[in-house]
Nanobody, 126 residues
Framework: QVQLVESGGGLVHTGGSLRLSCVAS????????MGWFRQAPGRERDFVAA????????YDVDSVKGRFTISRDNAKNTVYLQMNSLKPEDTAVYYC???????????????????WGQGTQVTVSY
């Protein structure tokens, strides 16, 4: 069983930056594909970014491309989401997700991920 623990959320002003971290345990981290999703009140859980076991990245182009960067450190069992130029519409609970057999082309589908963290709140004020 894989356990995921997110951290790094908080309150930031428009234009600010945050770095989210997600530490995985319970399985060899290098075998996990990792993703970040977010959910704002009244909305579905939306894809943000993903990184495969080999380091290939995918982003939700419309909302975060060019501002957010996903990365992984296999030695620390950690995936990061660096968020720059934050906007009020980025306000949401951010969730880390993991999967052993994530299929190419389906990184944006939350149903593809078997393991989820508890979420961390990100609030961007005007």
């Amino acid at each position: 069983q894989v356990q995921l623990v997110e951290s790094g959320g908080g309150l930031v002003h428009t234009g600010g930056s945050l770095r989210l971290s997600c530490v995985a345990s319970g399985h060899s981290f290098s075998n996990l594909a990792m993703g970040w999703f977010r959910q704002a009140p009244g909305r579905e859980r939306d894809f943000v970014a993903a990184i495969t076991q080999s380091g290939t990245t995918t982003y939700d182009v419309d909302s975060v491309k060019g501002r957010f960067t996903i990365s992984r450190d296999n030695a620390k069992n950690t995936v990061y989401l660096q968020m720059n130029s934050l906007k009020p519409e980025d306000t949401a609970v951010y969730y880390c997700a993991a999967d052993l057999t994530l299929r190419v082309g389906l990184e944006e589908d939350p149903n593809e991920y078997d393991y989820w963290g508890q979420g961390t709140q990100v609030t961007v004020s005007y």
